[in-house]
């Protein structure tokens, strides 16, 4: 037997070694922040990220680093590749034509507004596609997707832990808020599902404003938010190109070309074509999910570890304003859809 082969298992094991303490350590921050969010409520990724920052003190810990980088950086791409068996396309027909336009229109205008809003702030465009794309597409799970295609350094690991906080922050403010202006407005179970279902950020908030009116309205709004989660693999394919040399500057392997589309990326465009033919059972479909939820989870506890609250404040209130602003901009433009929509009808 050669030396070779003696000593690769032996190397395999060591970096086993060397990953599993900080993986432990997000793995059960995540858990932490599952329990406490099935148990108590309120959104289990934002308990991540602030028990996260609690135990940001371990970040410098030798034992720790290798691990919490893993799940940052690695563990990501897993859970944003697995989203792919949330996505069936055969859903988007029963939006109809106009409400997969609107819905199509306002990712595209809310990232634009975010990226012209940050210049306006003179804000970096990277935070602006961040938040717009979360703002957008689908919250905290469309961030780490996102970010995922963004150059892996320490300035966009913070702008993605803030937008992360504020996505959760103002998804739950609209989810408490947003079925009041619904029955203020008498809108009816389509218009309703359409509003709540284009304006929340994140999936779980959408299904708790939407199911707190009725059924029905929470079936719609579902469907809406589904179409708007499918809309961020355009997305991702398009600043994967775009973004490619932005990448390859930060790689720290000098020479290293980044691939043109990402193994994360061809799994979860596979997964969607998959669930689309009838090919992955329920069950199946339904591990998948748990395992990504798990993943996203993990990586931004590993994100909040790394990550020190005096430099998340030190980013002051312009990104807030930023998040803000993109929140009341994509709920004003489904407003004006479902008005719209009303006069069609009518």
């Not at 717009?132 to 689908?138: D, N, S």
């Not at 780490?144 to 998804?171: C, D, H, K, V, W």
């Not at 004006?336 to 009518?346: D, N, P, R």
């Amino acid at each position: 037997m050669s030396t070779k082969q003696l000593t690769t298992p032996l190397s395999t094991f060591g970096n086993v070694q060397k990953i599993l303490p900080g993986f432990m350590l997000c793995g059960v921050i995540a858990a932490a922040a599952s329990f406490i969010s099935e148990h108590y409520g309120g959104p289990k990724f934002l308990y991540a990220l602030l028990l996260g920052i609690s135990f940001h003190f371990l970040v410098d810990n030798p034992r720790c680093i290798l691990g919490i980088e893993v799940c940052a950086k690695k563990l990501v791409r897993v859970g944003v590749a697995l989203l792919g068996v949330r996505i069936a396309v055969s859903d988007i027909s029963d939006l109809g034509a106009f409400g997969v336009v609107a819905l199509a229109a306002g990712v595209a205008l809310t990232i634009g507004f975010s990226l012209f809003l940050a210049r306006i702030l003179k804000l970096p465009y990277m935070l602006g596609l961040l938040a717009g794309g979360a703002t957008g597409i689908c919250g905290i799970s469309a961030a780490m997707a996102i970010s995922s295609t963004l150059p892996q350094n320490e300035e966009n690991e913070r702008y993605t832990l803030l937008t992360a906080i504020g996505i959760a922050t103002f998804s739950t403010v609209a989810m408490i808020t947003y079925p009041l202006i619904v029955s203020s407005l008498s809108l009816t179970t389509s218009e309703a599902g359409l509003f709540l279902g284009g304006s929340i950020h994140d999936v779980a908030q959408v299904v708790g404003a939407g199911y707190m009116l009725s059924p029905e309205v929470g079936d719609a709004a579902t469907l809406a938010k589904m179409f708007r989660v499918a809309m961020l693999m355009p997305v991702i394919m398009i600043l994967v190109v775009v973004l490619r040399s932005e990448r390859e500057k930060y790689d720290g392997k000098e020479g290293k070309r980044q691939p043109l589309v990402p193994l994360f990326l061809v799994v979860f465009i596979a997964l969607i074509a998959f669930n689309q033919f009838g090919f992955i059972s329920k069950e199946v479909s339904t591990l998948f999910s748990t395992i990504s939820s798990w993943c996203l989870v993990i990586s931004i506890a590993a994100l909040g570890v790394k990550t020190s609250f005096e430099k998340l404040v030190g980013l002051g209130w312009k990104p807030i304003v930023l998040l803000m602003s993109n929140t009341i901009f994509i709920a004003l433009y489904m407003l004006i859809i479902v008005y719209l929509s009303q006069i069609i009808s009518s």
